[in-house]
């Protein structure tokens, strides 16, 4: 058989964008039947997550979302389409390579690494985490002190450019600049003969930032829950904030792209 043709991709993050903890219900499975009726119009389905592949597929489970996406972007980076038997496999080459550039950008710059450890340890009571060769976060006590590590490190990778992180409110996570949401989202899109313009992606959080970007995707949107940085960064490039939360919140961004009525909510 042969392999679809997709016109467009539907690119969303999963918590707190797709399901929402504090709502009720936690996802709303009218977003699951806008969704097919997207798909039937040439829409490719991603969930881009910082989970890894195992918890993304467990946490569709655990939701209630039986269909299967059409791609998966997991830890931020990596590539995965559905293989035989359910068995998600990588998509083309780019793992590999996300894979090689994150042990060379740790061995690389191992020096700046540790004057940012030296930082952290100084001036905040923020944890630094080393996990194993290729793994380096940060743990901080509140958002605001998370904002002045942030600064700091911005501010060390102006000479330092392939320096980069993935931020989740209080936890980052070092990576390679060049591998991130958006940079994934765009391999996808070439992958599958896209660009941009035919490119949807929403987010909540400081680590979705990298694919609400005119680069990656010319449509974006934020749920009515997402953090007030993230939506007036939505709001500046000229991006959908929703008023409601989550996958409702999804509904309405996805109404007002693409039209349709909206599935009223229970």
């Known amino acids: 058989?042969?392999?679809?043709?997709?016109?467009?991709?539907?690119?969303?993050?999963?918590?707190?964008?797709?399901?929402?903890?504090?709502?009720?219900?936690?996802?709303?499975?009218?977003?699951?039947?806008?969704?097919?009726?997207?798909?039937?119009?040439?829409?490719?389905?991603?969930?881009?997550?910082?989970?890894?592949?195992?918890?993304?597929?467990?946490?569709?489970?655990?939701?209630?979302?039986?269909?299967?996406?059409?791609?998966?972007?997991?830890?931020?980076?990596?590539?995965?389409?559905?293989?035989?038997?359910?068995?998600?496999?990588?998509?083309?080459?780019?793992?590999?390579?996300?894979?090689?550039?994150?042990?060379?950008?740790?061995?690389?710059?191992?020096?700046?690494?540790?004057?940012?450890?030296?930082?952290?340890?100084?001036?905040?009571?923020?944890s630094f985490i080393q996990g194993d060769s290729s793994e380096y976060g940060i743990v901080g006590t509140s958002d605001a002190e998370m904002d002045l590590i942030c600064a700091h490190i911005d501010a060390h990778t102006q000479q330092f450019p392939d320096i980069g992180y993935h931020r989740n409110s209080i936890y980052l996570r070092f990576s390679h600049s060049g591998y991130s949401k958006g940079t994934a989202l765009s391999e996808l899109a070439r992958l599958l003969g896209l660009d941009a313009a035919a490119c949807f992606a929403a987010g909540d959080n400081y680590n979705d930032l990298s694919m609400l970007d005119p680069r990656h995707a010319h449509m974006i949107a934020c749920p009515g829950n997402a953090l007030d940085p993230i939506k007036q960064i939505v709001h500046s490039r000229g991006g959908f904030i929703a008023t409601r939360f989550a996958s409702e919140g999804m509904m309405e961004a996805l109404t007002h792209y693409f039209g349709g009525s909206r599935p009223v909510a229970t």
Not at 85 to 102: H, P, V
């Open 1 to 126: 058989m042969a392999a679809p043709k997709y016109r467009f991709i539907l690119c969303f993050d999963f918590d707190g964008t797709l399901i929402h903890p504090e709502s009720d219900p936690v996802y709303h499975p009218g977003f699951g039947q806008m969704i097919r009726e997207l798909r039937n119009q040439g829409a490719a389905w991603v969930i881009n997550t910082g989970r890894s592949l195992g918890q993304t597929v467990q946490g569709l489970a655990q939701h209630g979302i039986f269909s299967e996406p059409d791609f998966i972007i997991a830890q931020e980076c990596d590539i995965y389409k559905p293989g035989f038997f359910s068995r998600w496999t990588d998509f083309g080459k780019w793992n590999r390579l996300a894979r090689k550039a994150q042990e060379r950008f740790v061995k690389d710059h191992q020096a700046s690494l540790q004057a940012i450890r030296q930082f952290v340890e100084e001036n905040t009571n923020a």
